[in-house]
C-alpha cells in the first residue's frame, strides 16, 4: 500500500517504528513461538480441572468462546501492530490516540497485570513439585495451596533465574524459547492421544448431571474463572515485541491471530481428553463440581498440586507422569521466561510515554530495559506472599488483562479518523473494524463480569492505587512529564466505574459464594448491561479522542526523543 501524497511526515515515520535501540532478533517463527510458549504456561496443566469443576463437559464450550473472544481482540491489535511496531505497545497505542492520561491508566493495569503472570508461573512450578517436595507448599482450611517459608525462598530464586536470563538480550532468549515450544507442543499432544486411546469413557458427557449440568453461568464463569480467558494472554507477544521483529507486516498479524488458533485447537482437544479420562469414581462421588478433591495417584499425588500428573499415575503410566512433572518446570518456566521481558518492556513503554519515571526506558548495551526489568522482579517477589495458589492469583490476573486490551477496539476505531492516510500493512475491512471492535470490546467488558466481584474489587482498588502514585510522579517530576490530556482520556473513568457498578449488581460468583455484591443481574441482565456499557465507552471514546495536529506532534516527540538517545 502506498503513501497518499497528503501523508504528514510524522504519519510516515510512525510506519516504520521507533524503538531503535531494541534490537531485531524475531523472525516469523521465533514471534509466533513466543507467543505459543507464552499461551502454553501453567494454564494448560490446571485449566482442564478447573474448566470441568465450573462448566462440567461443556468446559469444550468455554474454551471455544474464550479463543473467539481473543481472535476478535487480536485482530485489532494485528492492524494497530503493524501501524506502530513498538515494544510495548499495549501501553502505548493509547497514548496516541487519547493522550497520557488514558496511557497511564491502560498501562498501570497492564503493567500490574504482566507483573503477576511470571510469579504465577513459579508458583505452578512449585504447586507441582509439591507432590515430590511436599516442603514447598501446604492446604489451607480451605484446601488451597499456599507457600511455606522454603518454597517462598525457592520461588524467589526461579524469578531471579527469569531475569537473568532475559538481561543477555533478546538473541539468547529467542534461541531458548524455541526450543522450549517444541516440547511442550509434543508434551501437550502426546496427553491428548494418550488419554483419548487409553482411558477414554464416552459417558462423562451424558450422565453425571449431563453436558452442561452448572448450565450457561458455569460455562462463562468458566472463561474467566477456570484459567482459561488467562491461558491465551500469550498472543500479546505480537504486540509487545513488534518493536523487535524483522517484518512487522508479516510477523505480527501471523502472531496475534496465529498462536491463538493454534493453541485453541489444542486445548479443546485436551479438554475432552481430560472429561472422558477422568476416574468415574471420582466424578460419582459429588458430580463434577468437586472431582479434583476426589481422586489421587498413590496416596500422595493430589489432583489439587497435578491434576493431569495424577490421571497418569491411576492409569498406571508412571512414564507419562513423570514427563508431566518435568513439563510442570518448563511450560511454566518458558513462560515466566517471556513475561518478565513484556513486563520489563510495558514499563519501557510507559517511561517513553514519560508518564512513568524515564529511567524505567534506559537500555543496556543488549538491548534490554534493565531497570525495568530490575522493577519486575522486586515487585514479582510480593505476589510469593501467603496468598491462595495459582487459581485464586489467576482471576486477578485474568481481569486486568483483559481490561488492559480492550484500550486496542477505542485506538483501532480513532486511528481510523486520526491518521487516515497512516501506512497499514494489516488493514480490516471499513465495516468490519467497527463490528470487530465493537465485540472485541464487548468480550473485554463480559470477561470481566465473569470474574466476579469477589476478584474485581481488588483490582478496581490497585487501579485507585495507580493514580496516587502517577499525581505523585506529576508531583515531583513538574515540567519532564507529559500533558495529561485529561478532558481526551477522562472516559475511562467512566468505563471503569461501570465495570465496577455491573460487577456489584451482578450474580458472579455463583450464588452462595458472593463478595458483597448485590446479584441482581443474572446473566442475561448482565450481558445487556455490558452490551449498553461498550456502546456509552465507545461513543464517548471516540468523541473525545485528540485532534490529528495533536496525535502528529506526539509521534513527532517519540521520534525526536529516539533519535537524541543513544544506547546506554
Not at 497435578?306 to 513439563?327: E, F, Q, S
Request: net charge neutral; with cysteine.
Amino acid at each position: 500500500m502506498g503513501v497518499d501524497a497528503g501523508t504528514t511526515r510524522a504519519e510516515q515515520v510512525g510506519a516504520a517504528g521507533d524503538d531503535k535501540r531494541l534490537k531485531k532478533h524475531f523472525g516469523p517463527i521465533g514471534l509466533l513461538f513466543t507467543a505459543v510458549g507464552s499461551v502454553i504456561g501453567s494454564g494448560w496443566l490446571f485449566g482442564a480441572l478447573n474448566a470441568a469443576e465450573l462448566a462440567g463437559p461443556a468446559a469444550i464450550v468455554s474454551w471455544g468462546i474464550g479463543a473467539v473472544m481473543f481472535i476478535l481482540i487480536g485482530m485489532t491489535y494485528a492492524e494497530l501492530g503493524t501501524m506502530f511496531p513498538h515494544s510495548g505497545g499495549v501501553a502505548r497505542f493509547p497514548h496516541y490516540s487519547f493522550g497520557s492520561f488514558a496511557s497511564f491508566s491502560m498501562g498501570w493495569v497492564t503493567w500490574i497485570a504482566a507483573a503477576a503472570v511470571s510469579p504465577i508461573e513459579v508458583l505452578a512450578v512449585v504447586q507441582y513439585a509439591t507432590n515430590y517436595l511436599p516442603w514447598l507448599e501446604t492446604l489451607d482450611a480451605d484446601k488451597n495451596a499456599v507457600l511455606t517459608p522454603a518454597g517462598t525462598g525457592i520461588c524467589i530464586v526461579l524469578l531471579a533465574l527469569f531475569v537473568l536470563v532475559n538481561f543477555f538480550g533478546v538473541r539468547w532468549f529467542a534461541r531458548i524459547n524455541n526450543v522450549l515450544v517444541w516440547w511442550k507442543l509434543a508434551i501437550i499432544t502426546l496427553v491428548i492421544v494418550v488419554f483419548l486411546f487409553t482411558a477414554f469413557d464416552g459417558s462423562h458427557f451424558t450422565d453425571y448431571g449431563g453436558f452442561a449440568p452448572y448450565g450457561a453461568h458455569g460455562i462463562f464463569s468458566a472463561v474467566a474463572s477456570a484459567g482459561i480467558a488467562f491461558s491465551f494472554f500469550g498472543f500479546r507477544q505480537g504486540v509487545e515485541l513488534a518493536g523487535e521483529t524483522s517484518n512487522p507486516k508479516r510477523n505480527v498479524p501471523l502472531t496475534l491471530i496465529g498462536s491463538v488458533v493454534l493453541t485453541g485447537i489444542l486445548y479443546v482437544l485436551l479438554q475432552i481428553a481430560f472429561i472422558g479420562a477422568v476416574p468415574s469414581d471420582a466424578v460419582a462421588k459429588q458430580g463434577w463440581q468437586n472431582v479434583g478433591a476426589n481422586f489421587t495417584a498413590g496416596g500422595d499425588v493430589l489432583a489439587t498440586f497435578g491434576p493431569l500428573a495424577a490421571i497418569a499415575g491411576i492409569l498406571g503410566l508412571g512414564w507419562l507422569a513423570g514427563l508431566l512433572y518435568a513439563d510442570a518446570i518448563i511450560s511454566p518456566g518458558d513462560t515466566g521466561l517471556i513475561y518478565t521481558g513484556v513486563t520489563a518492556r510495558i514499563s519501557y513503554a510507559m517511561g517513553r510515554n514519560r508518564n512513568a519515571p524515564a529511567g524505567l526506558s534506559k537500555v543496556n548495551n543488549t538491548g534490554v530495559p534493565w531497570v525495568s526489568l530490575v522493577l519486575a522482579f522486586v515487585v514479582g517477589c510480593f505476589f510469593f506472599l501467603p496468598f491462595p495458589g495459582w487459581s485464586q492469583l489467576v482471576q486477578f490476573v485474568t481481569n486486568s488483562t483483559v481490561l488492559s486490551f480492550g484500550s486496542g477496539p477505542l485506538v483501532l476505531l480513532a486511528m481510523r479518523r486520526q491518521l487516515p492516510n497512516q501506512v497499514r500493512p494489516f488493514r480490516l475491512g471499513r465495516s468490519w473494524a467497527w463490528v470487530v471492535a465493537f465485540l472485541a470490546l464487548f468480550s473485554t467488558n463480559l470477561i470481566i463480569y465473569w470474574t466476579g466481584w469477589d476478584t474485581n474489587w481488588k483490582l478496581f482498588v490497585v487501579i485507585a492505587f495507580g493514580y496516587v502514585l502517577l499525581a505523585l510522579h506529576q508531583t515531583l517530576a513538574k515540567g519532564r512529564t507529559a500533558r495529561m490530556d485529561l478532558r481526551h482520556g477522562w472516559w475511562v473513568l467512566v468505563w471503569f466505574a461501570g465495570l465496577a457498578v455491573i460487577s456489584y449488581l451482578g450474580d458472579y460468583p455463583e450464588q452462595g459464594k458472593h463478595a458483597g455484591n448485590l446479584g441482581v443481574l443474572d446473566f442475561d441482565l448482565g450481558a445487556i448491561a455490558s452490551l449498553a456499557l461498550t456502546a456509552i465507552v465507545m461513543w464517548l471514546a471516540l468523541r473525545s479522542a485528540l485532534p490529528r495536529e495533536r496525535v502528529e506532534e506526539i509521534l513527532a516527540e517519540h521520534r525526536d526523543d529516539e533519535e537524541e538517545q543513544a544506547p546506554v
